[in-house]
């Protein structure tokens, strides 16, 4: 395999090298073009209050979402329209739902933290030692990369689940497994690009090693796109996590998801006359999932320099 | 007339048919008129259509249409006569004989006679049969002996002449009759063909001949079976011209339903509101042969105590479960017996909901709640047990039971498994290949359901030799009493007589709780009004199909 040419890429490579030696103005600058980006604040904002709920949750639930209500005579509450104990009314159990949907988010935000963490790893390690390395071993990851690419991943969550039982550690570390393609291939094309910079071939000349070339000058230089696609990794697994606890492999009851909530909604009863139900969690992962995108699209502006050059390239073109 | 007076009309109707049960065909508003298609929507498939080799519910819909029986179960499951005009049992009873009905045919034409009903017989012990319903023909004399190829014929089935067949049994067997029960195939097809290939038969896949009200016209897999009324049916013409079974989910059956494409259908108790709400539809309820029930293994040297088995019948509020989980559809029952059968015992004492004494009775026994974690302990030795269940209407109310145990300081951790796997693990594990009894790990408390046809069958599931392999004594129960009691109705065939035996056992099962009987279910059947006559019975929602009629 032939080494990449350096030509077209090497004004861009420079453009990103010469930053790193003031580090701080990068990140500032990011930061300034992230504010302006109204949509990425909005979705911040909203996740910001996603991961308050998330961790407050024993303050802020109004009850116990696992208690079961009943009333002076002992008859279970199950399925009460919204009152005041029950802002959002009670579930076929008699429990209240706003404090399942203020639960659920703990498990959305685990499971998106968690399969991002695993995914990221994943990614990260076997794209550096593709992308590095290159040749036959590049070969072999890329076409494994694109084995697991091809999978169709609900049908093997759905088949784990049945095989191994349902739970969260196992949707985790499945939606893991199947997810971390994307950030390899990102990382790779990263490092293809930048172990021909000048910077990096300056740091060979040197004699640094190859460990301490893709640690001190590779990986930093790529932390930006992996990060924009961690965010959106995260929205892929919440939404999966949602999709499989509905068809009702995914988190079993009775610990509360958005997901297996919205699983009662597959009756007809309840689709048709107790909105309460799946008005709130489905609102939730809407919301969730639209705001990770906002935030991933703002991200992606703010730290990729080549949009921002190409923006202004383009505004000096009009000019 | 308007239409309120109708209905009330109709609710008249319907109540006096409840009534007078065992006369269902009521004329109802107005006169039935004949013609027209009912489409009744199933989620279930057939999977094979004759009735010898290992009949599901799903083939048990469809071939109840097609074919007849010696003797049928009537709306109280009394056996009254179908195939045959009357039959005698000798005063040893030992013998049994059956006039046949004259003038019956085939759909194909050919006339039915007694050989088709020693062939039927004959067949479930043939040594090649491989159908998993030869327990309908062993009480006849000589049956193991031509199944183990000892004979070359069963000696105890004896064609006197064309319509009259008399049968011999090897014992004096309380539940004979209602091995007559089982479908009559046709010998002038089935007979040149080996029973090991019938699987394969086209009267198996797509081509059943039976003498029932319909024919089958077509089987289109996965997503119908269409029949045609039988002009020429013994029992009277159907007064529909066609029967469809639709086939699909019931989620989109239901819409289906609503929508008015297909006429009925078997609703989940969760969506009752929602057809009850649409005023072109109505709902029948109907008392099902199945009952639910909470079970100990009692190899766990706790549920050997019967006070610790009281505690957990204290604790549970059935009345709340069948009210809440099951909307009301549902009879709490005190005993393991489905309400419908003769063999229930409504009287029978069991333990009322009563959350003190169940703590008391722990307290006695020397169990403390460890107020860190409100589940009792004694001797480092933690109240805390599984319980698993497979059926999506269990997890309904699974956590109301676990609240309530926890209540008293009995912590329950919930399995939901899926069917096969329960049993392979749970109900049934194998040690090299061969089912066993589970141990006290494997298995500690289980939800399940009984489906009875016409025979409670207690000895199967209470018997101390039963265990399993041999039976589906998973409880692992024995009482000498009760084993007793059991062969005691197996050696007479007087119905009323055995019906007292058995609620003797059930007042013991009632007090012993092997098992904690929680509700007898309800079916509940969403049905199109412009559907007349519609009667459900215990024992097939087709029960009185010739009377069902579409009013246009």
């Not at chain 2, 006429?263 to 108790?269: H, S, T």
């Not at chain 2, 019967?306 to 204290?314: C, D, G, S």
């Not at chain 2, 409670?456 to 589906?472: A, I, N, T």
Request: hydrophobic share 45%; net charge positive; glycine share 8%.
């Amino acid at each position: 395999m032939s080494r990449p040419a350096a030509g077209p890429d090497a004004e861009a490579a420079a453009v990103v090298a010469a930053p790193t030696a003031r580090r701080t103005s990068l990140y500032g600058e990011a930061w300034r073009r992230l504010r302006d980006h109204r949509l990425a604040m909005v979705g911040l904002a909203f996740l910001a209050l996603f991961v308050l709920a998330a961790a407050l949750a024993p303050w802020l639930a109004p009850h116990d979402p696992f208690e079961i209500f009943r009333t002076p005579e002992g008859r279970i509450r199950i399925w009460e329209p919204p009152s005041r104990d029950h802002p959002l009314g009670t579930d076929r159990f008699g429990r209240d739902v706003l404090s399942r949907v203020i639960y659920g988010s703990r498990i959305s935000l685990l499971v998106g933290l968690s399969v991002a963490l695993i995914s990221a790893t994943i990614g990260a390690l076997l794209g550096a030692l593709a992308g590095y390395a290159g040749g036959h071993l590049d070969n072999v990851v890329m076409r494994f990369t694109d084995a697991v690419m091809a999978f169709p991943v609900l049908f093997l969550l759905i088949t784990v689940a049945v095989v191994a039982g349902p739970s969260v550690v196992n949707v985790i570390v499945v939606i893991g497994l199947v997810s971390w393609p994307r950030i390899c291939r990102i990382v790779r094309a990263e490092f293809l690009r930048l172990r021909e910079a000048e910077f990096v071939v300056a740091a060979r000349s040197l004699g640094a090693s190859d460990a301490r070339i893709t640690v001190l000058h590779l990986m930093p230089n790529s932390v930006a796109s992996i990060t924009v696609n961690v965010t959106l990794d995260i929205a892929r697994a919440i939404l999966l996590e949602a999709s499989l606890s509905f068809l009702g492999v995914g988190v079993p009851q009775p610990t509360a998801t958005w997901g297996n909530m919205l699983h009662e909604a597959m009756s007809l009863t309840v689709v048709r006359g107790m909105p309460w139900l799946w008005l709130a969690p489905g609102t939730c992962i809407l919301l969730t999932v639209l705001s990770l995108n906002f935030a991933g699209d703002g991200l992606r502006d703010a730290l990729d320099p080549r949009t921002a050059i190409g923006r202004a390239a383009r505004a000096a073109a009009a000019a | 007339m308007s239409s309120q007076a109708v209905r009330v009309a109709l609710a008249i109707a319907v109540s006096l048919s409840v009534l007078g049960a065992s006369a269902p065909g009521l004329a109802g508003p107005s006169a039935p008129q004949r013609g027209g298609i009912v489409r009744f929507g199933t989620a279930f498939e057939p999977a094979r259509l004759n009735p010898t080799l290992y009949p599901s519910p799903a083939d048990r819909q469809v071939t109840e249409l097609v074919y007849n029986r010696l003797l049928k179960p009537d709306y109280n499951m009394r056996l009254v006569t179908d195939l045959a005009e009357s039959y005698e049992i000798s005063p040893d009873k030992l013998v049994i004989t059956f006039k046949l009905r004259r003038g019956v045919r085939w759909h194909d034409g050919t006339p039915f006679t007694a050989r088709d009903v020693a062939f039927t017989f004959r067949s479930l012990a043939h040594p090649n049969y491989a159908g998993g319903q030869v327990a309908f023909a062993s009480a006849i004399r000589g049956a193991r002996a031509y199944r183990e190829r000892r004979a070359s014929d069963v000696e105890g089935i004896r064609v006197l002449d064309d319509h009259t067949i008399q049968f011999t049994l090897e014992e004096v067997h309380g539940p004979a009759l209602a091995n007559f029960t089982h479908p009559i195939i046709p010998a002038h097809i089935l007979g040149p063909v080996d029973p090991a290939q019938w699987d394969r038969h086209p009267t198996n896949v797509d081509r059943p001949v039976g003498t029932g009200p319909f024919k089958i016209v077509r089987v289109a897999v996965q997503q119908f079976v269409e029949l045609e009324a039988n002009p020429d049916y013994f029992g009277g013409r159907p007064n529909i011209d066609r029967f469809i079974w639709v086939l699909g989910d019931e989620a989109a059956l239901l819409s289906s339903l609503l929508a008015g494409r297909i006429d009925a259908m078997a609703v989940p108790v969760t969506e009752a509101r929602t057809v009850r709400n649409q005023r072109q539809l109505d709902i029948k309820e109907m008392k099902a042969n199945t009952f639910f029930y909470m079970g100990f293994n009692m190899a766990h040297p706790l549920f050997r105590q019967k006070r610790v088995r009281q505690a957990f019948a204290h604790a549970i509020d059935r009345d709340e479960i069948c009210r809440s989980a099951l909307q009301g559809y549902c009879q709490v029952v005190q005993v393991p017996m489905a309400a419908p059968m003769w063999s229930f015992n409504p009287d029978a004492k069991g333990y009322a909901y009563d959350p003190p004494r169940a703590r008391r009775i722990l307290e006695e026994l020397g169990w403390q709640v460890n107020p860190s974690t409100g589940i009792r302990e004694k001797d480092g030795q933690r109240l805390q047990f599984e319980m698993v269940y497979s059926t999506p209407i269990m997890a309904t109310y699974a956590p109301l039971i676990q609240q309530d145990l926890r209540a008293v300081g009995i912590g329950i951790d919930l399995v939901r498994l899926d069917w096969p796997t329960m049993v392979a693990t749970k109900l049934l594990p194998r040690t090299g290949g061969q089912p066993r009894a589970p141990t006290a790990q494997e298995l500690q408390t289980w939800l399940l359901f009984r489906a009875l046809l016409l025979e409670p069958l207690g000895e199967l599931h209470y018997g101390c030799d039963q265990q399993p392999p041999k039976g589906f004594n998973f409880t692992q129960y024995c009482n000498r009493q009760v084993d007793r009691l059991l062969k005691m109705q197996l050696g007479t065939m007087d119905l009323s007589e055995r019906a007292a035996i058995y609620k003797r056992i059930m007042a013991i099962l009632a007090d012993d709780i092997p098992w904690i009987p929680l509700y007898s279910s309800v079916d509940l059947y969403g049905y199109n009004r412009r559907l007349q006559n519609f009667e459900p019975g215990v024992n097939g929602v087709t029960q009185n199909v010739t009377q069902w009629w579409i009013r246009r």
